[in-house]
């Protein structure tokens, strides 16, 4: 009998650890992304309008993510959509950084 009560709690600590869906590829993504805005707000790169527009774009994947993990599972095509979603933010990190738009540096 005392044989089987370990196994048993171990069991029930371990397995809903197991059950989370998880997405380190895209949660390490997000917060690159993430850098790099910070970066471009840093470096005056991003104007105060740009910025909230890519945050914006950010809680949007972030909003995604944690659709596809409400169900306990995140799907290959989940996981597409997720990398689709962040590749779209990517460019528009880039575009917006390198546009010529400056913020004005305070004197």
Not at 17 to 43: E, F, W
Not at 63 to 92: C, F, I, Y
Request: aromatic share 2%; proline share 7%; no cysteine.
């Amino acid at each position: 009998m005392k044989s089987l009560i370990v196994p048993a709690i171990l069991a029930a600590f371990t397995l809903p650890a197991l059950a989370q869906p998880s997405t380190p590829l895209v949660d390490q993504r997000q917060a690159t992304q993430q850098q790099r805005i910070d970066q471009g707000v840093k470096s005056g790169e991003l104007t105060p309008k740009e910025t909230a527009k890519l945050e914006k774009g950010q809680a949007k994947v972030q909003k995604m993510e944690d659709k596809a993990k409400a169900d306990g599972k995140v799907t290959p095509k989940e996981r597409t959509r997720l990398a689709k979603a962040q590749n779209k933010q990517s460019r528009k990190i880039y575009k917006e950084k390198h546009d010529n738009q400056k913020t004005p540096k305070a004197s």
